[in-house]
């Protein structure tokens, strides 16, 4: 029996082996045109004029989708803005973010696949290439990366012209909001990120700790010793009595008014909170998630405008 | 023989073919089903290389991969768990048990969250990670040999420490987390010859190498003074065989992630089914985990396509409830 057993063993280890020196050299050539360097440093090889590109992260797709370029894949996802909504409904969907459907992709026939550096993503890499197509990673980090990214898929869906339209829309809406302001002159925020239980600080690293600093505001968690890569660091309440914020900006999953009063009226009561400033004059705001829990790309200027509005205190 | 014994033969036989055609059919379902539709006929020509490029790279590039990848993924586990639950004498081991479990989570979530351009070598640092840790627990469990005892505690020590490195990064990096959660749970998304290459060679020896320590493994469950009796080195063999599981389980956690429940409860339920002569027992184990984690592989990313639930909560929520049902009709 034992040696039947083993048997049994030999030959399926051996098939495997048939089936990988038989079968695992699958290198179709890339219809590589030209040459670029992608947000990770990687040398990737695109076709000049994709045809048919997948993407895997909303954030790119709604860059890509708002100057006219059409998509053969998109991610699953509910956090698409409005104005594209309807554009995309009808494009296959090839999975959440973070779990990408290689075999889905695949089926689409995708000539460039457009992600963002995260570890589902990255991973791709080798089994696309494989098969012969390019995995572009496009990470959007500040209000830079977003126009890089606009002239980027510009070049992809070959709408340049349109590209330079909205690059440059943005640009003079961009000038006009931060005229009146002197960078590092502005009121002191603290930027909250997540639950009112588990704080976190964005800092400058963090797209909405870039948006403050580019408003002038001075975002106290940029003082923090220790900081250097993160975008968020934990909250330390020590640090926050300290600084003594002026503002106090909550990014969070979801929420409504009611949850946003609720939180404002635990903090007056609360004796931690109660002598900081923002608490004082009530100075507490919530960002909406829309914007701010996910990249806005190129609702970036929407986006400045409400911060604008709660730094300088013009909303009431 | 007796009767009795004839019979158990009997069951013991038509349990292992049973097993083997569940794997066979295993393997081929999970070939021939995914998010695009194939027929039969098309799958079949697609394996024999005839089939246009758009089928090959399917069949060739995705699902084949990914399916060898299950079932040596599945293989390796249950019997990691197996040989360890027999030489620590602890019905509770798996191989989270000697720590390479942990060693891997940490040396993988670093990558993801501190390097994630660099995800492409989560494998190998998970590799690195979990030989890392159990030669740690190897370390501190050494008396002229291992020691079991001692290894449980070094095991249940080290998974604490390298535990409180994962909780640390969850911390500091909590908006990154997401990426990693998908590795955490256990899965197969995108696995594909890399990874089959990484885990044949280390796959080979130790199942070879554990089946063909399997009598020894029996005479170690009678205690080490029969065992040494019967001519077996206890020490050595005991170091061998825990040896080959962490590097069964080393390898598998490596490229499949924190897949629980495999090596636990797979070979329990074998146990249940066969007894535990271990020249029966490991074999079984063996290719009811591959068919096990096949098949839970294959409905993981069909039922709700182009979702993907992780396979290792689809085998909690099915094997926790049919493992609880054997134990209570065993009870009986």
Redesign the interface.
């Known amino acids: 029996m034992k040696k039947y057993i083993l048997l049994v063993f030999v030959v399926i280890i051996a098939l495997a082996g048939y089936f990988l020196l038989a079968r695992g050299q699958h290198k179709l050539a890339a219809n590589a045109a030209v040459s670029v360097t992608d947000s990770t440093g990687t040398k990737v090889h695109i076709p000049a004029e994709p045809k048919r590109i997948v993407f895997l992260n909303a954030s790119n797709l709604e860059i890509f989708t708002s100057i006219g370029g059409r998509a053969v894949g998109r991610p699953t996802s509910t956090s698409y803005p409005d104005d594209i909504k309807e554009s995309i409904k009808d494009i296959p969907e090839v999975g959440m973010i973070h779990a990408p459907n290689l075999e889905k992709i695949m089926s689409l026939k995708p000539d460039l696949v457009v992600g963002t550096n995260v570890p589902f993503h990255v991973m791709l890499r080798k089994p696309l290439e494989m098969a012969g197509v390019p995995l572009y990673l496009n990470m959007i980090n500040s209000y830079e990366d977003v126009l890089k990214s606009i002239d980027n898929f510009g070049r992809f869906a070959g709408r340049e012209k349109e590209a330079a339209a909205k690059r440059a829309q943005i640009e003079k809406e961009y000038a006009a909001l931060t005229q009146d302001v002197q960078k590092g002159r502005g009121p002191k925020v603290l930027i909250i990120f997540g639950s009112p239980d588990s704080f976190n600080m964005s800092t400058k690293k963090s797209f909405g700790g870039d948006l403050a600093e580019r408003l002038g505001a001075v975002n106290i968690a940029d003082k923090a010793e220790n900081v250097k890569d993160s975008s968020y660091i934990p909250l330390s309440m020590e640090f926050v009595a300290k600084e003594n914020p002026d503002v106090v900006m909550l990014i969070t999953m979801g929420g409504s008014k009611e949850i946003l009063e609720k939180l404002r009226a635990n903090m007056r009561d609360n004796a931690i909170w109660h002598d900081v400033n923002a608490v004082k004059n009530n100075r507490v705001y919530q960002l909406p998630p829309s914007l701010f829990t996910v990249n806005p790309g190129t609702h970036t200027i929407d986006a400045m405008k409400i911060m604008k509005e709660y730094i300088y205190g013009e909303a009431k | 023989m007796s009767n009795d014994a004839k019979t158990k033969e009997k069951m013991r036989?038509a349990v292992?073919c049973g097993l083997?055609i569940l794997l066979v059919a295993g393997i081929f379902v999970s070939i021939g089903s995914?998010?695009?539709s194939l027929s039969v006929s098309e799958t079949w020509a697609a394996l024999l290389?005839e089939a246009d490029?758009?089928t090959d790279?399917?069949v060739?590039?995705?699902?084949?991969p990914r399916t060898?990848v299950t079932?040596?993924v599945g293989a390796n586990l249950a019997l990691a768990g197996c040989n360890l639950q027999g030489v620590l004498h602890n019905p509770l081991a798996d191989p989270g048990i000697i720590g390479v479990s942990a060693g891997a989570g940490l040396f993988a979530m670093v990558?993801?969250l501190l390097f994630?351009?660099?995800?492409?070598m989560?494998p190998l640092a998970a590799f690195v990670g979990a030989v890392l840790s159990t030669g740690i627990v190897f370390f501190l469990a050494w008396e002229k040999g291992i020691n079991p005892l001692r290894m449980i505690l070094a095991g249940v020590a080290v998974a604490t420490f390298f535990g409180g490195g994962m909780a640390a990064l969850n911390?500091?990096?909590?908006?990154?987390i997401?990426?990693?959660?998908?590795?955490m749970a256990g899965?197969f998304?995108?696995r594909?010859?890399?990874h089959?290459?990484m885990l044949?060679p280390y796959?080979?020896i130790g199942?070879?190498g554990t089946?063909?320590c399997?009598r020894s493994l029996n005479a170690l469950q009678l205690g080490d003074e029969l065992a040494k009796s019967l001519g077996v080195r206890v020490m050595r063999m005991r170091t061998i065989l825990i040896f080959l599981s962490a590097l069964l389980a080393a390898v598998s956690v490596s490229v499949a992630g924190m897949l629980g429940f495999v090596g636990l409860i797979v070979p329990h339920i074998m146990r249940l089914l066969i007894g535990s002569d271990h020249?029966?027992l490991l074999?079984c184990a063996?290719i009811a985990g591959g068919a096990v984690v096949t098949l839970a592989d294959t409905a993981a990313?069909t039922l709700f396509?182009?979702?993907?639930i992780p396979v290792g909560i689809f085998m909690s929520f099915i094997g926790g409830p049919f493992f609880l049902y054997l134990l209570k009709r065993r009870m009986r």
């Open positions: 036989i292992f083997c995914g998010t695009v290389g490029a758009d790279r399917i060739n590039l995705i699902r084949l060898i079932v040596l990558i993801m994630p351009e660099q995800s492409a989560v911390v500091f990096y909590s908006d990154r997401q990426g990693t959660v998908m590795w899965g998304q995108g594909s010859w890399g089959v290459e044949l796959s080979a199942i070879i089946i063909l399997a020249e029966y074999p063996a990313r396509s182009p979702l993907e």
